[in-house]
């Protein structure tokens, strides 16, 4: 039997998990291609490189919006297919994405897995902001990147074709970040709302080492969460953070080989 175990000591974002899958063994090309499938590639670029943090050596993964690397003269050639003739990338709500996903040529497996950890996203936010469910405009899920973590994530895990999803109890950091709406605590009130029933653990560093996408992705596909480790590990991916923190900001992924009891 072949388990993907995520390591989340230093938590788990969305570019994090896409930098530890790629680091694991997906092909890099193959994520491309299927990304192109949503049709988006005139918003934003993938940036992968190999990075160290600690002495750690693995895959860093970055979106860059072409909002920031176009001008404004450019701007509305950038934003081909946009809804309402929106040219802000944040204002995309559910629909929208929902909309990119089901009329995009991935799969029907990819489909419904990023459709499932965007509604866990969608569902926090509305009931924190306490708004029905297609009214909520995201500040991250309404954005590219987040679409990109998102597909890209079940792109990956559906190449990876494992038979179980485990992962360790999830340190959300701590600390006060701020945000569109002022400042909150860490974890923001989306993460916890989506990791209701999940162990947690804090304040291991004074920042946001899990963001509700990283926290939805754990939601929607991990079967069991233990901090035991019960398999013989076949390969290690390391996913690099954008932060240098007192521990390694970093995301690491085993698959093994468990035996069926």
């Known amino acids: 039997m072949k388990v993907l175990y995520y390591d989340c000591f230093c938590g788990i974002s969305g570019d994090m998990n896409l930098g530890a899958l790629l680091d694991l063994g997906v092909d890099e090309e193959y994520l491309r ?16 490189k190999k990075e160290n943090r600690k002495g750690i050596s693995g895959t860093r993964v970055d ?13 509305h050639e950038a934003q081909t297919g946009v809804v309402d003739g929106h040219t802000h990338h944040a204002h995309r709500n559910l629909k929208d994405i929902d909309d990119i996903i089901v009329n995009s040529s991935l799969s029907d497996r990819v489909k419904r897995l990023s459709l499932d950890m965007f ?9 924190v902001h306490g708004k029905p469910l297609y009214e909520v405009h995201f500040h991250e899920v309404g954005a590219v990147d ?12 559906d190449y990876l074709q494992v ?5 360790s109890s999830v340190q959300v950091g701590g600390g006060f ?9 860490i974890p923001a009130p989306a993460t916890v709302e989506i990791l209701k029933n999940i162990p947690v653990k804090s304040g291991i560093v004074l ?6 996408t990283g926290a939805a992705i754990l939601a929607t596909n991990v079967a069991i969460f233990t901090d035991e480790m019960d398999f013989s590990v076949e390969k290690v991916g390391y996913g690099i953070g ?20």
Request: hydrophobic content about 50%; glycine content about 4%.
């Open 163 to 167: 038979d179980k999803i485990m992962a």
């Open 177 to 185: 970040v701020k945000c569109a709406h002022g400042i909150i605590p």
């Open 119 to 127: 509604m866990k996203v969608a569902e926090a936010e509305a009931k």
């Open 242 to 261: 954008h932060r240098d923190l007192e521990i390694p900001n970093v995301l690491r992924v085993y698959i093994g080989g468990a035996l069926l009891i």
């Open 207 to 212: 920042f946001e080492t899990t963001t509700p």
């Open 146 to 157: 987040s679409i990109v973590d998102i597909v890209g994530a079940a792109v990956c895990l």
């Open 33 to 48: 291609q299927e990304l192109a499938k949503l049709n988006l590639d005139a918003e934003y670029a993938l940036h992968i």
């Open 63 to 75: 979106v860059l919006l072409k909002d920031a690397i176009h001008n404004h003269h450019h701007h």
